[in-house]
């Protein structure tokens, strides 16, 4: 057994397992030794509960040694961002209003990864409610990226990116609204899907925007993340979002990336505002994709680029101002001292344990959906949304997927944009489409800055055409060796 066992797939780990190199116990062992060594410098765990973790790892050894494996992931460590419920540990969203707080259930994701005899690892570090692009918003304090520890790694899902990256966790789950898996992901170097609207079951991931939110997969290779998304993908009767789509294969489709497709690159994707560095190196990746053989065509998308921002930002806030009212201080978490009625109590609670963007979006939220706002506000962005979502479906009935940059630049220093959220919000410019329209998307690391930090691209695909952007993520994937590249932490 090599020293950094931490740093394996899972598809190698599984091996590793099966043949008796290691046991389930002593990977987790090292992941847990990993992150006691570095998460200091880090920060991207909330909190891990050591004992429980080796206790499912043991179990895991136990079914193997059986012949009851449950999955290919059976004995793997996932850790899992804390705002997805995982049954008696911490559900803090980042949050000091829900400091304290025990989950009484499991999510549904939580409860598909322990039918297949995945190891619940570790509460992970996330902005405030998963509202954020640089992981800065946490009462639990910021998170920094591996590969530069005075860079951010990207929100909201930064912890559940910094610690794949680095060896803590040799997966991880993340939730994306806006585009909270990939951009991190991107900032990290590592892959993260954010699956349709619908095909991942939401019951037991905090409400952030309902009709935008999905749990996404971290891992270091395409292999591992379409592993994850065949586990927890497919309906959920306990989500009426969650739709009866037909499920593939996931793992065996990726083969199939030799098939010709046709994939969109969207001009307006590559103009101003971005970085030089991205631009080059997300133009190989396409240039990559032609040489294969595959038939690489410029499509428009002005609408999406041009009103995704502002449409996100109401109807995002709107959904969280309504999620975010039931936290009350008298039926979770924190609750303010010294309040003198219910009404003193639910503004007190609310004014000390919410922090400042949150309050901006609950402030901004309410005011867009107040009556004398709403037509204007509210009712407009839908509608725009609208507009967004059929442009892609027109530009999809002549392409596969589309090709873009999943990030504006690398990651940023600390502080750099916490003083203008605006800039903050541009982060996400790629990647907001996406969730207004309901597609997926997957962020690929495709290579370097001169910086020397990681560059994501983006493949956007139809709704419920997961296999297809992770076959093409494969074919980058296997001839590039990006996945066995790791920061010096
Ligand atoms: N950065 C975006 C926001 O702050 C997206 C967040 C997310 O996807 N959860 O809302």
Redesign the pocket.
């Known amino acids: 057994m090599d020293d950094k066992i931490f740093y394996r797939t899972a598809t190698a780990l599984e091996k590793s397992l099966d043949s008796g190199e290691i046991t389930s116990v002593e990977l987790a062992r090292a992941i847990i030794a990993r992150t006691k060594a570095i998460d200091n410098k880090l920060n991207a765990f909330i909190s891990f509960d050591e004992e429980k973790t080796l206790g499912e790892a043991a179990e895991s050894d136990a079914r193997r040694k059986a012949g009851k494996k449950l999955s290919p992931l059976d004995g793997i460590p996932i850790g899992i961002k804390d705002v997805i419920a995982e049954r008696g540990q911490p559900l803090t969203c980042g949050s000091k209003i829900l400091d304290g707080y025990v989950s009484p259930y499991d999510a549904t994701a939580v409860s598909r990864m322990r039918a297949a005899g995945c190891v619940l690892w570790g509460r992970i570090n996330m902005?405030e409610f998963?509202?954020?692009?640089s992981n800065e918003n946490s009462y639990y304090g910021k998170v920094c990226n591996p590969w530069d520890v005075t860079c951010v790694p990207g929100?909201?899902?930064g912890g559940s990116a910094a610690a794949v990256a680095s060896g803590e966790a040799i997966m991880a789950l993340g939730?994306?609204?806006?585009?909270?898996?990939r951009?991190p992901a991107a900032f990290c170097g590592i892959v993260g899907l954010k699956p349709s609207y619908g095909a991942v079951s939401r019951y037991g991931l905090v409400a952030?925007a309902s009709s935008l939110?999905q749990i996404g997969q971290f891992g270091r290779s395409i292999g591992d993340v379409a592993t994850l998304f065949q586990i927890l993908s497919g309906h959920d009767e306990k989500d009426s979002s969650s739709y009866p789509f037909e499920k593939k294969d996931y793992v065996a489709e990726l083969k199939n990336y030799r098939a010709v497709k046709t994939i969109g690159v969207p001009r307006e994707f590559f103009g101003n505002g971005l970085d030089h560095g991205v631009k080059r190196t997300v133009e190989k990746a396409v240039d990559f994709y032609e040489k294969a053989g595959h038939v690489v065509k410029e499509v428009e998308l002005t609408t999406a680029i041009e009103y995704a921002m502002a449409v996100?930002y109401i109807v995002?806030t709107a959904e969280a101002s309504a999620n975010l009212a039931r936290f009350d201080g008298i039926r979770y978490g924190y609750r303010a001292s010294g309040a003198k009625d219910a009404i003193d109590i639910y503004h007190k609670t609310r004014g000390e344990g919410f922090g400042p963007e949150v309050k901006r979006r609950i402030m901004l939220g309410t005011f867009v959906l107040s009556s004398e706002n709403f037509d204007s506000y509210y009712l407009r962005a839908q509608k725009v949304r609208t507009l967004i979502r059929n442009s892609f479906m027109k530009i999809f009935e002549s392409v596969d997927a589309l090709v873009t940059p999943v990030t504006p630049s690398t990651a940023f220093k600390i502080g750099e944009k916490t003083s203008d959220p605006l800039q903050m919000?541009l982060?996400?410019v790629y990647t907001?489409p996406v969730?207004l329209a309901g597609l997926c998307g997957l962020s690929v690391p495709c290579g370097f800055s001169e910086s020397g930090l990681p560059v994501g691209m983006q493949i956007i695909g139809k709704p419920f055409h997961e296999h297809e952007i992770l076959a093409l993520g494969y074919e980058f994937e296997r001839s590039h060796d990006f996945k066995n590249a790791h920061p010096l932490i």
């Open positions: 902005d998963a509202m954020g692009s929100g909201s899902s939730s994306d609204t806006g585009g909270s898996v951009q952030f939110d996100y995002a919000y982060a996400d907001i969730n």
